[in-house]
DNA sequence: TATGAATGAGGGTTCATTCAT
DNA sequence: AATGAATGAACCCTCATTCAT
């Protein structure tokens, strides 16, 4: 019984990735050689450039990665016939997912991509922008359906609800913290959400002696 | 008369930094050649040596320059005996204030130091920790006083009240906005603080018969 | 009916050559890539070794069929009792004969041996002046039976002779030119014979009263 | 006494290209690494890129210098009224005298570029065509004026006089063949003149038995 | 203080060649 | 005979840093 060659070459370039990813988010992205990646795939140097053309390329077959999966949730979030504090966990939970899953791609994804101009490219920027805008789509639905409130701009809620997803994510990348189950997982999950819904103002004892 | 040999360093030094600044916000730290600073500072590259040991002593110096008003902020802030939610509008204000008179810093501190792993050193690391915790230690002072609510960790919203204030200056940072006069400014300070406070909910419409 | 080993493998190898000469002729002996070679003979670049050891082992093959054709040449030349010109009309026919039916394997020959040091040799260089003796042998010989003017080393006019006609071979190389049937084959040797024979100037007018 | 910063950079760059010409010669412009010839102009990797930007620039920069004598010397042929052998003399000259001089970069152009598809730029080849077309007009002057035979077409003649004395040359140059003294020089550029004129017959014992 | 020539380690990439299948 | 994955030496170029002036 042979194996398949396309499989196997499916299995390789993932090996490649996945070692790739490891070496990225230990030096980032500038730091990591070539050769770094190639010893931690245990193949030769020149065995990289076999099933990836360049060092960009790679960096790029990985972000396709994560963009195929963000974009691939944001269709179906906007398929599913859901109500927006739904639609609005579904995000959070896909980037808790993807770092329980995938921590060094999304380390790799908030470190090198998200916040980097060094690596900014058209496309990369346009990419982020479009995940933008479909999450504001869907603090603009909140507030047409009177969900969310319209005394801000959509913009700036949409900011304020993706920044705390990310500052999470990126603590927990920053100090290699694991999410440990899902329990947990769903627990952050509601947090943040309650936090973004409702605020982090005590309203049971609401008596603010200073105020 | 001549110049205050002292104060002429000074300047040549503030000189080199500013130049450094754009640089780096251009290119991101890595792809900045100290040719390229000197240049921009008007001055030959072998002049950057006189004033910075090395390329990471610029980078150094120029945090050292945020980490130090950050800090200074946040002493004063908690030597102040106002409430929690002027002291959580201090440290908005001090970013959205940074951000309006530096942005370049502001936008280096984002991009290279806090989420790159790749310029992450011990040091930078424990000075993002101790302003983590300085900030922790408002919001467990606001939820003791029972201005916070205390159902959630005190980590949790205090990752949440940075996130979504540095997303805010984040994106602002990536497409370049300027922020237009002090107006502006506390506009956006009063609504980060107010969604963190309040939450996104529309309370107009809630169930709330006694509204 | 099988086919015959050796012939298939002839053939094979002869189909190699043959892309070896589009390639090679195309970007070079040197930047040509034994992949390139192997896709324009459309088999993959393995199989290129079964045939020939190395890349030099294929470059000494074309130019070992150029010079077998060559010395067999000058052999028949040296043979026949034929008179200098007509020798001398041989060697160039043999060339524009080349050049008609094989343009790459002489293209190559010019650019990548005749001139280049790179590529040369020390067996090389022996076919090479190896070639120039046996024309200098047939100067020589016009020399002796008074043919062609003794008041020159015979090694001068061989260089003239054989520069004239490598630089016609070349030009026509060089522009891609195509010989056009035999008839501007014999014309082209017909002119570089008459002018090396004669010279350029023109006796018409010149004052020769016995003319 | 400074030395004069215009001039000693000069010297070097010369340094750089002489060094340059020396290893060209020898291992071919492909082969020839920069770290040769840096160690052969005693000097650092990294300073040679100081001076020429990559490796094709020095190449450029080479051959420039060699054209802008060429085109230079085409200039002043064409200014001056001489006779049409005078100005045949004078391009035999200049590249005899340029070799004798400049051995190596003779060298390089006849090596490198004059036959190599493989370093042969749109530029190149229009400098090179461009040099042709020149010395055609001189041939075309003297068809004209009655000086040379007019049954072949000046392209032709132009072929066979720039083969003769490029073989000449390239024939110095493969046996590392130097001139010695300007007589050499002198009786060179005779035997190409006359012979490219009146032709390798012998012309007082004219009586070929054979014929 | 100021210049920019000089150094050289380092890394991405290419590609001839080998080898397992 | 045939494939193409695998190897690794080689080489161009960059650029932080040093140093002579």
Redesign the interface.
Known sequence: MKKNPVDSRRIKESAILEAALRVI???????ARMGDIAREAGISYGLVYHYFKTKEDLLETILGRWWDGLFGLMAETRAAGENVPEKLRRIILFLLDSYQHHPNLV?IF???I??????LTRKR?ER?KGF?ALTEEVIVE??TK?????D?KAR??T??????????V??MV?VNQKIKGDGQKEK?AE??L??????????K?A?????
Not at 25 to 31: A, D, L, P, Q, T
Not at 146 to 150: A, F
């Open positions: 988010k230990k030096k980032g992205f500038h730091k380390n908030i470190t090198e998200s916040r980097s101009t060094a690596n920027l982020f933008m909140g507030q009177g969900v969310l409130r319209d801000f700036y809620l900011y304020i609800f993706l920044g705390s997803l990310e500052a999470f990126s603590a920053l952050i947090s943040i309650e936090v973004f819904l409702n605020g982090a103002r005590n309203k004892k008596k603010r002696p200073g105020a």
